[in-house]
C-alpha cells in the first residue's frame, strides 16, 4: 500500500523584472515566482508535483502557509485520497484555525491550490494518463464528487452539473480525437506588455502571425494617447493583408460578437485593475477606436457590482467585459455569472484553490453559457492551463468556437514536460504517461533560482553585482 511519506517545498524565483516581461498598468516589476511542493511517497518512482504562482515578494509566505496544509497528507495512503478528491480537498480547506486566514482565499486559498494540484499530480501519474486525460475519463459523478460545489448551489446544483456532463457523452469522443489533433486555440500576450518599445512590439506582432496566432492582447491603463498609439501598431499590423500568412483561414463563427478586423484578427485589452468603476467607462470609451473584443480586468476583481455596471455603460460600444485571474474563489464567479457582469470568464489554475475548485468554475460557466478563456502566462500557468482547457473543451463547454487560451512563451524551458503551442497557434495536447499536471520542474532550475539561496540568487543576479561593484565582493 502505497502512502505519502513527506514532502518538500521551494521557493523558487525567476528575475523577469530585469527584462520588462510581464509588466503591466499595476504590475511593474514582476519577479515570476513559484511556491512549489512535491509530495514524497513509499514508492521512490512516483512523486507528485505542485506550484502556485506569485510574482516575488511574499512567495515564502506561500510557501510556509503550504507546509501546514500539506502536513495533513502525510501517512495517508494514497489510493484512499484518490478513492474521494472531494473528500481530500474538503480535508484542506477545513483545518478551522487555517480557515481563519481565508476562508478559501489570499495566501491560504493560493496555497491550497498547490498541495491540492501536487495530489492530482500524483493522481494521474499513478494512473499513467495526462491530469486532463484522468478527469475525461471519469463519469459524471464522479466528476461532480470531485468538484468544490459547496456554497454555489443556489446557480448550479449537483444533479444540474452531472446533467451537463451527461449531455456532453455523445460528443467526447470527438472532441478528445479533435482536440489531440488539432490542439486547442490561443492567444497572445507577449506582443503587448507595457514595457516594450514600438520596434519590439512591431516584431513580435509579425511573429505572432506568422506562429498562426489570430487574437492578440494589449496592456492599457497608464496613458490613453500612448494606448491608442500601441494599439494602432499592433493593429495596423494585424489588419494588413501582406503581413497574414498565406494559408490563414477565417472561421467566422469563432469571430462572432469580437469586433474582427478585416483580417478576421483580434485585439483585446487588459487594464490589471487600475480603474474605479466610472473612470473604467470613460477610458475604455476613449480606446473605442482600436476595436477591442473586451477590456479584461477593468477595475478591482471583488467588485461584482462594479463590473456590472462597467458591462452594462459598455454595451453600445459592442466592448465587453473580462475578468477572472484574479477571482478567489468560485463564489465570486458564480455571483459574477448572476449578475450578467462578464462576457468571458478567465479561470487562473493558481488562483483559485486548485483543480476541484476549477471544476466547479468551469462547470458554471458551463451552465450560464460564458465561454472560459483561461489566464495564463507567469511561470507554470500555461503547464497547468491547457489542461484545464482539454478538460472544458471535451466534457464542459456547450461549444468551445469562441474560447482562446492565453499564451505566453516564457520560462517553459524550466518544466519536465513544457507546454508549446504548434505552427497554427494551437495549444498541443501534452501526452505520455509521466506528464501528470505538467507542472514538474527540472531539479537543477529549483536549485538554481530557489530563494534567497540558489546560485543564480547568491552569484548572478545583477542587483549583487552591482553591489558587489561597491565594494563587497565582484562576482563575473
Ligand atoms: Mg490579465
Known amino acids: 500500500m502505497t502512502q505519502i511519506t513527506g514532502y518538500s517545498t521551494h521557493d523558487i524565483r525567476f528575475p523577469t523584472s530585469l527584462s520588462g516581461d510581464g509588466t503591466d498598468a499595476m504590475n511593474t516589476d514582476c519577479d515570476y515566482s513559484a511556491a512549489y511542493i512535491i509530495i514524497h511517497t513509499t514508492s ?217 478586423g478585416p483580417t478576421g484578427n483580434v485585439l483585446m485589452i487588459d487594464a490589471n485593475q487600475v480603474w474605479d468603476v466610472k473612470e473604467a467607462v470613460s477610458y475604455v470609451k476613449k480606446l473605442q477606436p482600436c476595436k477591442p473584443w473586451f477590456i479584461e480586468e477593468p477595475t478591482m476583481p471583488d467588485d461584482v457590482l462594479g463590473h456590472a455596471r462597467i458591462r452594462n455603460e459598455l454595451k453600445d460600444t459592442g466592448i465587453g467585459v473580462a475578468t477572472g485571474e484574479h477571482c478567489a474563489n468560485r463564489v465570486l464567479f458564480k455571483q459574477l455569472l448572476q449578475a450578467e457582469a462578464i462576457d468571458v470568464l478567465q479561470i487562473d489554475a493558481c488562483r483559485l484553490a486548485g483543480l476541484n475548485e476549477c471544476l466547479a468554475v468551469m462547470l458554471l460557466a458551463a451552465k450560464f453559457n460564458v465561454p472560459v478563456c483561461p489566464h495564463a502566462g507567469g511561470v507554470g500557468l500555461c503547464e497547468y492551463v491547457v489542461h484545464l482547457s482539454l478538460i472544458d473543451y471535451i466534457y464542459m463547454a456547450p461549444s468551445f468556437d469562441r474560447n482562446v487560451v492565453e499564451w505566453v512563451d516564457h520560462l517553459h524551458e524550466h518544466f519536465r514536460y513544457p507546454v508549446s503551442v504548434n505552427s497554427n497557434g494551437r495549444y498541443n495536447a501534452p501526452t505520455g504517461p509521466n506528464v501528470g499536471y505538467s507542472i514538474e520542474m527540472y531539479q537543477d532550475s529549483i536549485e538554481r533560482y530557489s530563494y534567497p539561496n540558489g546560485s543564480y540568487w547568491k552569484d548572478e543576479h545583477p542587483r549583487l553585482v552591482n553591489k558587489a561593484q561597491e565594494g563587497r565582493r565582484v562576482i563575473g
Not at 147 to 163: C, F, K, N, Q
Not at 187 to 196: A, N
Open 44 to 260: 521512490e518512482s512516483l512523486k507528485g508535483y505542485g506550484m502556485t504562482f506569485t510574482i516575488g515578494k511574499g512567495n515564502d509566505i506561500v510557501v510556509q502557509a503550504i507546509k501546514q496544509l500539506a502536513d495533513k497528507l502525510v501517512n495517508k495512503p494514497i489510493e484512499s485520497l484518490f478513492n474521494d478528491m472531494g473528500a481530500m480537498w474538503a480535508l484542506l480547506v477545513s483545518d478551522s484555525q487555517l480557515r481563519w486566514l481565508g476562508p478559501e482565499k489570499g495566501v491560504i486559498g493560493i496555497a491550497t491550490g498547490a498541495v491540492s494540484n501536487a495530489v492530482w499530480d500524483l493522481y494521474a501519474r499513478s494512473r499513467k494518463k495526462p491530469l486532463w486525460k484522468l478527469i475525461v475519463d471519469m463519469s459524471p459523478e464522479e466528476i461532480v464528487r470531485s468538484s468544490s460545489l459547496r456554497y454555489i448551489s443556489d446557480a448550479l446544483t449537483p444533479e444540474e452539473a452531472v446533467e451537463i456532463l451527461r449531455e456532453r457523452q455523445s460528443t467526447k469522443q470527438d472532441r478528445e480525437e479533435n482536440a489531440v489533433k488539432h490542439g486547442l486555440k490561443a492567444y497572445s500576450t507577449s506582443v503587448g506588455w507595457m514595457g516594450y518599445t514600438t520596434e519590439k512590439v512591431q516584431r513580435l506582432t509579425k511573429e505572432a502571425l506568422q506562429q498562426g496566432f489570430d487574437h492578440f492582447k494589449l496592456k492599457v491603463g497608464v496613458s490613453v494617447d500612448d494606448d491608442l498609439a500601441r494599439a494602432k501598431t499592433i493593429r495596423d499590423i494585424i489588419d494588413d493583408p501582406q503581413y497574414q500568412r498565406s494559408d490563414k483561414q477565417v472561421n467566422l463563427k469563432a469571430l462572432e460578437n469580437k469586433n474582427a
